[in-house]
T-cell receptor, first 113, second 112 residues
Framework: GENVEQHPSTLSVQEGDSAVIKCTYSDSASNYFPWYKQELGKRPQLIIDIRSNVGEKKDQRIAVTLNKTAKHFSLHITETQPEDSAVYFCATGGYNQGGKLIFGQGTELSVKP | DAGVTQSPTHLIKTRGQHVTLRCSPISGHKSVSWYQQVLGQGPQFIFQYYEKEERGRGNFPDRFSARQFPNYSSELNVNALLLGDSALYLC???????????FGPGTRLTVL
């Protein structure tokens, strides 16, 4: 069945270091891969997304890479700041999935000053 | 521009009761999706509505239903509430079925 595995579940880094979160998925028909940031008690916020015709996308300190052959994609945050601390979710979507996004289990990122 | 809005913010119900949650999408967006987020987990897809028709349904029992109105706002209804229905219910807005989904603040439902 459809499944998205996300690792690690928790990640602690020092301010200024880089953070990497990885996701693997099972449905080869997936062609849309968004990442959401959710701060405590707040809504998930779309921070970056990538489609299957692109291998990498960057937006300032955030980048996402996609390997469709291996069915995995990753979020890279450089020069981390304390305000990056939150839970990050990866998700997959596709034209054949009726608008459904399938989410990973989340990664709690803690950036220590 | 106003973002996605949801009401109510919090709700407390008892087992067996019925609940209606409401969502207004971003102006110009025609698609609304509903998700359930249990504490410590990622959101789980319940429904998607596009142009007032159901376009997708997740693995939830028939106690869950939804509809979309001519102004593209939406309601999620849950009948015969169970303790396990306690969760944050999120509404997401999109300008079509396959593009970026933007979430509302959610409704925190507690079933006692």
């Amino acid at each position: 069945g459809e499944n998205v595995e996300q690792h690690p579940s928790t990640l602690s880094v020092q301010e200024g270091d880089s953070a990497v979160i990885k996701c693997t998925y099972s449905d080869s028909a997936s062609n849309y891969f968004p990442w959401y940031k959710q701060e405590l008690g707040k809504r998930p916020q779309l921070i970056i997304d990538i489609r299957s015709n692109v291998g990498e996308k960057k937006d300032q300190r955030i980048a996402v890479t996609l390997n469709k052959t291996a069915k995995h994609f990753s979020l890279h945050i450089t020069e981390t700041q304390p305000e990056d601390s939150a839970v990050y979710f990866c998700a997959t979507g596709g034209y054949n999935q009726g608008g459904k996004l399938i989410f990973g289990q989340g990664t709690e990122l803690s950036v220590k000053p | 521009d106003a973002g996605v809005t949801q009401s109510p913010t919090h709700l407390i119900k008892t087992r067996g009761q019925h609940v209606t949650l409401r969502c207004s999408p971003i102006s110009g967006h025609k698609s609304v999706s509903w998700y359930q987020q249990v504490l410590g987990q990622g959101p789980q897809f319940i429904f998607q509505y596009y142009e007032k028709e159901e376009r997708g349904r997740g693995n939830f029992p028939d106690r869950f239903s939804a509809r979309q109105f001519p102004n593209y706002s939406s309601e999620l209804n849950v009948n015969a509430l169970l303790l396990g229905d306690s969760a944050l219910y999120l509404c997401a807005s999109s300008n079509d079925r396959h593009n970026e989904q933007f979430f509302g603040p959610g409704t925190r439902l507690t079933v006692l």
